[in-house]
């Protein structure tokens, strides 16, 4: 199966504090789970991305925490600021192509 | 450096014609992939090209075709449009092949009437 499963479908969370954004995968043979904001009009952007051989990455205000038994990962944004306030798709790939294989995505809404 | 190019930004045709959209990758990058965004598909991968040679296809009929140029520039052609065609286009680049650093562009709104 080629699937990821994302929810939430959409998010409100208030300024100051803590989005999360889980996904779930079925095909093992995934090794690259990237996670991109998308703004109106604009293309996907790269925020942060993860390999399965750790856990936990952070940069900045965004983490990725991922379990490997459980196929699961999740995006978690420190913080929250209005300016978060996109949509965030997670992703994955296998390794030798460029081919993402992207969640529904979730429409996150910071309150100030 | 500059992002990803794509051009043109929206496009409006009619059923049964043929479109073709264009995207010139960031510099230095020789993998470019297609993906099409519809609010009820999601992001779905379409193609991808790699030094001029497709090196993946996603589940797409055949009307969805590409092709790369020696500069890495990328095409892609869809052909007799169906009202199901409309979707953002989105190209992406990478500076390599299987590591999945993919880079977008701003998208091609296509609308077919």
């Known amino acids: 199966q080629q699937q990821v499963k994302q929810s939430p479908q959409s998010l409100i969370v208030q300024k100051g504090g803590i989005s999360i954004i889980n996904c779930a995968y079925e095909n093992t043979a995934f090794d690259y789970f990237p996670w991109y904001q998308q703004f109106p009009g604009k293309g996907p952007a790269l925020l942060i991305a993860i390999r399965p051989d750790v856990s936990e990455k952070k940069e900045g205000r965004f983490t990725i925490s991922f379990n490997k038994s459980a196929k699961q990962f999740s995006l978690h944004i420190m913080d929250s600021q209005p300016g978060d306030s996109a949509t965030y798709f997670c992703?994955?790939?296998?390794?030798?192509?460029?081919?993402?294989?992207f969640g529904a995505g979730t429409r996150l809404a910071v309150h100030p | 450096k500059a992002g990803v190019t794509q051009t043109p930004r929206y496009l409006i045709k009619t059923r049964g014609q043929q479109v073709t959209l264009s995207c010139s990758p960031i510099?230095?990058?020789?993998?470019v992939s297609w993906y099409q965004q519809t609010p009820g598909q999601g992001l779905q991968f379409l193609f991808e090209?790699?030094?001029?040679?497709?090196?993946n296809k996603g589940n797409f009929p055949g009307r969805f075709s590409g092709r790369q140029f020696s500069n890495s520039r990328s095409e892609m052609n869809v052909s007799t449009l169906e009202l199901g065609d409309s979707a953002l286009y989105l190209c992406a680049s990478s500076p390599d092949t299987g590591q999945g650093r993919e880079f977008f562009g701003p998208g091609t709104r296509l609308t077919v009437l």
């Open positions: 510099s230095g990058h020789r993998s």
């Open positions: 090209y790699f030094s001029e040679t497709q090196r």
């Open positions: 992703a994955a790939s296998t390794g030798g192509y460029n081919k993402l294989i």
